[in-house]
């Protein structure tokens, strides 16, 4: 099928990034309009808690690409532009200017946005979020002039920042409501290999607590004072309590919104000619049989492929890419693919040594493997994904042995 008319691209992400480069890889010769909020070439996320945040990455590196790309490829690049409202029904996109942008195909990739800590105190200066490149500026800078930090919430986002607070020889006071670090996304098992690293690391972490205020004097952050009237000292506070999903135009617009834009298989929308991918998309992903959001790199570097394929009239393109996430602490470099939910799994199987952090973990559901995390242990991560994308029965006692390579724990027929 030819595209007549604009392919346009709301969210200049790395999502919508990859989303143009994949339009032009696919022969798409049409205009390619690709809008951004802020005034920074499309740049990816993982550094901006990682290597970036840590001063081991230059700012170069996490851009998509240059921005002489943008011109050879007559990409459309608007930087610093806002859009105020779409309109599906005619086919445009109103900017905050007034002006109007007519598609024929158009693609969100708004991602998510920091969830606020509803509590008093929280606008003092020197409480500190982290999503864009600006901020992992003001939270490196605040490094640099800091001794004491505190970071409310022990989620990814949250324990990266510590991981990266303690490397720079900070003090740091995790706080978190859960009974362990990560509970929700790893379960008990593995959260407390989470909570053992930072602890280890000299991370003071608190667990089962609640914030009731973040103080201040003269406007600036000095502290947070806890539900139980415990106050702990902070020079700089990090807030990492989740995110939500940018999906306040495509709900305006009258699209189908549930815990972010609802999509398909093949990341369309509910209104014709509108399609999503990246954090803000709730896409049904056929492997599970069910809707799924994930927030990570993974999904915002490689839906967008499809998306374009779909755009394009690819009769066959659909997602079904296991998900994949990864993170750097200390000493400790993991990879997680699959998915697995709360009370959606049976129990956890270990193979390799928990203790020395060299080992890999297998969530099965009966003898399926829902997902697989390998800590620091390489070379595995393809065949734990072919061990989900297949759902072939296993051997647990097979699974958990290191001597039989994993392309042999099935059960024998």
């Not at 993982?46 to 290597?51: H, Y």
């Not at 997680?336 to 390799?352: K, L």
């Amino acid at each position: 099928m030819t595209v007549d008319g604009a392919c346009v691209i709301v969210g200049a992400s790395l999502a919508g990034a990859k989303a143009a480069e994949a339009l032009r890889e696919g022969d798409f010769d049409g205009p390619v309009v690709l809008i951004g909020q802020e005034n920074e070439l499309p740049y990816e996320r993982p550094p901006l808690s990682k290597g970036y945040l840590m001063g081991k990455d230059a700012r170069e590196k996490i851009y998509v690409h240059p921005a002489e790309w943008y011109t050879d490829h007559l990409i459309d690049l608007r930087l610093g532009a806002t859009v105020g409202s779409i309109e599906p029904a005619d086919h445009q996109v109103i900017m905050d200017d007034d002006s109007h942008v007519r598609y024929a195909k158009l693609l969100l990739t708004t991602g998510a946005a920091p969830r606020r800590l509803p509590v008093p105190g929280a606008e003092l200066d020197g409480v500190l979020y982290l999503r864009t490149s600006a901020d992992s500026d003001r939270i490196k800078e605040a490094f640099r002039s800091s001794s004491r930090v505190v970071v409310i919430g022990a989620g990814w986002i949250g324990l990266e920042c510590a991981a990266a607070a303690r490397t720079a020889g900070l003090e740091v006071t995790v706080l978190e409501a859960a009974e362990l670090p990560l509970l929700r996304v790893l379960g008990r098992e593995l959260a407390e290999v989470f909570a053992n690293l930072h602890r280890e690391h000299g991370v003071d972490l608190r667990l089962g607590v609640h914030v009731a205020e973040i103080t201040g004097s003269d406007g600036t952050v000095d502290g947070v004072r806890l539900a139980d009237g415990t106050r702990i000292g902070a020079d700089v506070v990090i807030v990492g309590v989740g995110a939500a999903p940018n999906a306040d135009l495509a709900e305006a617009a009258g699209l189908v919104v549930d815990n972010g834009v609802r999509v398909d298989s093949r990341l369309r929308t509910s209104y014709p000619d509108v399609y999503a991918a990246g954090d803000v998309a709730n896409a049904f992903h056929p492997l599970f049989g069910k809707q799924i959001r994930v927030e990570h790199w993974a999904n915002a570097l490689n839906q967008p492929a499809t998306a374009a394929r779909v755009m394009l009239g690819d009769a066959d393109a659909v997602y079904d890419r296991v998900p994949y996430f990864f993170t750097d602490q200390y000493d400790l470099g993991m990879e997680y693919s699959g998915h697995a939910e709360p009370h959606g799994y049976d129990r956890v199987v270990f193979r390799g040594d928990v203790t020395a952090r060299e080992f890999i973990a297998f969530w099965l559901a009966g003898d399926r493997v829902m997902a697989g995390m390998n800590v620091n242990i390489w070379d595995v991560n393809d065949q734990i994904q072919e061990l989900v994308r297949t759902a072939a029965p296993v051997d647990p006692a097979r699974l958990a042995d290191p001597a039989v390579p994993l392309d042999r724990v099935a059960m024998a027929s």
